[in-house]
């Protein structure tokens, strides 16, 4: 059964980097069928899509947060990253990652999600 | 890029029907039968529901089915459950290797 964990602090000061790990169980990365992606939820506020990555460093981002963000792959771990600079309150969120099929875009495992919180 | 619109809630009785719509654009909804929608039970993991606008993944009921008309697309959960009772969301692919989330819809089954 696949699964996916988010990893990595729950709590970073404002303008610093945040930085994410999802170890993937059950499923390689390298299996090229799909794509690894990161999503986040902001307190009392709907899904926004962050960026995906395909296991051969593809990059694929949310326009309004492609200059702060960077998304990465460790095939030799099985593991995806997510770095989202100068952050500030407003990227306080529940963060998701999951994974993308590739034909059709939708997101079919999802990880338990982690709690980011923004503040000095 | 702007969120697709959803109404904030919707509610219904055991054994109704209620629907869901998700608005967008000529640039999303509209151009792709790419939409897909999730449901989130408080504390939980979205679980995906529908996808490529009306196609169930395995093991999700039949008594939810989706459709799309222009730039709204439309989730329908029919003989509505207790279970029921969650938050909904829509997705769509926006062009250009992004997607793009709708604001949410929570569902109380009264």
């Known amino acids: 059964q696949l699964q996916l964990q988010e990893s990595g602090p729950g709590l970073v000061k404002p303008s610093e980097t945040l930085s994410l790990t999802c170890t993937v169980s059950?499923?390689?990365?390298?299996?090229?069928?799909?794509?690894w992606g990161w999503i986040r939820q902001p307190p009392g506020k709907g899904l926004e899509w962050i960026g995906s990555?395909?296991?051969?460093?593809?990059?694929y981002y949310n326009p309004s947060l492609k200059s702060r963000v960077t998304i990465s792959v460790d095939t030799s771990k099985n593991q995806f990253s997510l770095k989202l600079s100068s952050v500030t309150a407003a990227d306080t969120a529940v963060y998701y990652c999951?994974?993308?099929?590739?034909?059709?875009?939708?997101?079919?495992?999802w990880g338990q999600g982690t709690l980011v919180t923004v503040s000095s | 890029q702007s969120a697709l619109t959803q109404p904030a809630s919707v509610s219904g009785s055991p054994g109704q029907s209620i629907t869901i719509s998700c608005t967008g654009t000529?640039?999303?909804?509209?151009?792709?039968?790419?939409v897909s929608w999730y449901q989130r039970h408080p504390g939980k993991a979205p679980k995906l529901m529908l996808y490529?606008?009306?196609k169930r993944p395995s093991g999700v009921s039949n008594r939810f089915s989706g459709s799309k008309s222009g730039n709204t697309a439309s989730l329908t959960i029919s003989g509505l459950q207790a279970e029921d009772e969650a938050d909904y969301y829509c997705?769509?692919?926006?062009?250009?290797?992004?997607?793009?989330f709708g604001g949410g819809t929570k569902l109380t089954v009264l």
């Open positions: 999951a994974r993308r099929r590739g034909v059709s875009w939708e997101f079919d495992y």
């Open positions: 059950g499923d390689s990365l390298s299996s090229g069928n799909y794509y």
């Open positions: 990555i395909y296991y051969s460093g593809s990059t």
């Open positions: 000529s640039g999303d909804v509209g151009s792709y039968n790419l």
């Open positions: 490529e606008g009306s």
């Open positions: 997705c769509s692919y926006a062009g250009s290797s992004t997607l793009v």
